[in-house]
């Protein structure tokens, strides 16, 4: 059964595999999705012949319409053939020292011959992925599932749904377009695989139409990004025809229980073909394995009759605190289990993940692992065990470790490798590498602008700051998994706080409360002003200023939002306005220059004037007005005062 529990581990393991705008949202003020992948498979058996040294190259077919490459795997059932050596592919598959399958992203793997006359026999399977984003909500949330083009029909797709680990959100349950729960019934162990970040449902099994996630959302679902798995020795039971039993998974201090292993088995003699079965249920049950045959033992002659054995196993992956058998069978029923235990570890670097794996923290365990799950933005490029072996080039392993075997699986954004097997272990750093992609941010105004020189800061996990360049786009390495806020400051001032739930692509645009803005002054006759001078001010100080044209306008370029002292002055005549800037365009300021004075170019304001009336007379009056209005005017002028 050793075996069964290694399988049972591994499945686990590969349970939250990663092949999963800005807005304020619905939990905790953030908007969360869930990565959606609709994967068909193209199969084409592949033989090749070898004839010297040469190199040949398998390459996948086109992408269908609206899909891309996710990979291509060679498989090779045999083993990969004496003589020959794969010089392109991204990983590989290795059981107990043989290569069983080559994986390429770019979609070629090239293989040279040693020797000549070499025939490789191969099965290639190409991956073709269409990706969306599902928004989550507390509840329900539904994605549609139609048929493929052809060639490809429905028996070729599976849908992958993922929940990044530090989102506050678990899947419940999967139900069907009729509203049947796909997890009761026990269809096929390949039919549906669940975790509570994870689901894949092979279409082989089911219908297209719309399918329905039941999603919980609390702080509680959250789940570390790296962590030490372990799994303890399996407890014994049995149960009786008939019989219902409920357990409680065991508990750790200091350890997060995830669930448990459930292995059911029973051999006995073959008594009909209707001779029952067995089910186990919980908060959230994988239906994992699943072997029921007949086992004929022979004599060496009719002396001793064959005897028909009925060997029946199943195996399930059991979240929560707590499971319970029932049996079915007219035979006694074998139950083994164990906890699978988590326990946060690790420290994010730009270059990965550091997790030192003590003596302390597996002594007890039979089994355990180290488990990491980056963001989408980052991809695992190879694993660094204590004691220096570099295991970066395989995409899955089972490796001969002593006495035993160490199972280590690395793909796209995930990877696990084990340390400890039974009576052997491995402690000390492992160090997981990880390429991050940046995550850039792209300012842009209320028209659309790019916002240069914004202050842009993050915070959340890491707190970093960048300033926008040319093109209005501040980038970071967020290396360490989690929710993160924006914030943008554009001339001291706040244009922009956006939350991030789930970092769905690499490059976001972020709307900011910036403007285009010009000021038009003029004077007392709504004639332009050259040479005036404006100063904006904001809470925290200068926020710009400028000379008026030929025209009369302050163009003063980009402008953040919200309420500032705007000050104008033309010589000795200046004005003050408390305005609210909300929008693009040109604002007119009017001073209060009446008229100026010829030779020293000295502004009155209109009150000044009326001084000087009483004081220089009206024919003073007019010379000047005439000169800044014209003839037709300045008698206008004399007029109306003389009243």
């Excluded at 570390?224 to 149960?239: H, K, M, Q, V």
């Excluded at 001779?275 to 002659?301: F, P, Q, W």
Aim: with cysteine; net charge negative.
């Amino acid at each position: 059964m050793r075996k069964v529990a290694v399988l049972m581990l591994l499945l686990l393991a590969l349970g939250a595999w990663g092949i999963p705008a800005l807005v304020v949202g619905s939990y905790g003020g953030r908007r969360y999705f869930a990565k959606i992948d609709y994967v068909i498979a193209a199969n084409t058996t592949v033989s090749l012949l070898f004839t010297g040294d040469e190199v040949k190259e398998i390459a996948a077919p086109p992408h269908p319409p609206g899909y891309e490459l996710h990979y291509l795997e060679v498989r090779f059932p045999q083993g990969l053939p004496q003589g020959l050596i794969p010089l392109k592919f991204d990983g590989k598959v290795e059981i107990d020292g043989v290569v069983k399958a080559l994986i390429s992203r770019e979609g070629i793997v090239k293989i040279a011959s040693t020797e000549a006359n070499v025939t490789l026999d191969a099965y290639m399977v190409a991956y073709y992925v269409k990706r969306e984003w599902l928004e989550l909500t507390e509840g329900e949330v539904r994605f549609e599932v139609k048929e493929p083009t052809p060639p490809f029909t429905k028996d070729d797709m599976i849908v992958r749904i993922s929940i990044d680990n530090h989102a506050p959100y678990a899947i419940l349950d999967v139900a069907g377009p009729d509203g049947a729960s796909l997890l009761e019934g026990e269809i096929a162990p390949d039919a549906v695989r669940v975790d509570p970040k994870h689901v894949e449902v092979n279409f082989k099994y089911f219908e297209p139409g719309v399918y329905t996630i039941k999603v919980g959302a609390s702080d509680d679902y959250t789940l570390p990004s790296s962590f030490i798995l372990i799994e303890g020795a399996f407890a014994n039971d049995t149960l009786r025809p008939g019989e219902t039993k409920r357990y409680a998974v065991a508990r750790k201090l200091g350890w997060r229980t995830l669930g448990a292993v459930v292995v059911l088995y029973t051999v006995a003699p073959l008594t009909g073909k209707a001779s029952g079965g067995a089910s186990v249920v919980g908060e959230l049950v994988d239906y994992a394995y699943a072997k029921d045959e007949t086992v004929r033992i022979r004599a060496a002659s009719l002396l001793i009759p064959d005897l028909n054995l009925r060997v029946w196993v199943k195996a399930y992956i059991v979240f929560g605190t707590w499971f319970e058998v029932s049996n079915q069978m007219k035979s006694v029923l074998n139950v083994m289990y164990t906890p699978v235990l988590v326990k946060e570890a690790g420290t994010w670097t730009p270059s990965g993940v550091e997790v030192t794996v003590k003596e302390s923290d597996v002594r007890d365990a039979s089994l355990a692992y180290v488990v990491v799950q980056a963001p989408n933005y980052g991809k695992v490029a190879g694993i660094l065990t204590p004691s220096g072996d570099e295991l970066g080039t395989f995409s899955e392993g089972v490796l001969p470790w002593g006495d035993e075997y160490r199972s280590i699986r690395v793909f796209d954004n995930e990877a696990y490798v084990q340390v400890k097997a039974f009576g052997v272990m491995e402690v000390g750093r492992y160090t997981i590498r990880i390429e991050w992609e940046p995550v850039s941010f792209r300012l842009v105004d209320a028209d659309g602008k790019p916002v240069v020189g914004a202050r842009v800061r993050v915070s959340g996990p890491l707190n970093l700051t960048a300033i926008s360049d040319e093109r209005g786009i501040a980038s970071f390495e967020l290396y360490k998994p989690g929710a993160y806020d924006v914030t943008v400051k554009f001339k001291g001032v706040t244009v922009a706080t956006v939350s991030i739930g789930s970092i769905v692509k690499p490059d976001f645009e972020v709307k900011c409360k910036v403007y285009e803005v010009a000021w038009l002054l003029t004077n007392a006759w709504d004639k332009p002003l050259k040479g005036a001078e404006l100063v904006i001010r904001g809470p925290e100080g200068l926020i710009a200023k400028g000379v008026s044209d030929d025209e009369g306008m302050v163009r003063l370029g980009q402008l953040p939002g919200g309420q500032f002292t705007v000050e104008a002055s033309y010589k000795r005549v200046s004005r003050s306005d408390v305005v609210e800037i909300s929008g693009s365009g040109v604002r007119r300021m009017k001073l209060d220059v009446f008229l100026e004075l010829p030779v020293i170019g000295v502004p009155l304001t209109m009150l000044e004037t009326l001084v000087a009336v009483s004081t220089t007379g009206v024919s003073a009056l007019g010379l000047t007005l005439a000169r800044r209005r014209g003839v037709s005017n300045v008698e206008e002028e004399e007029l109306s005062l003389e009243e």
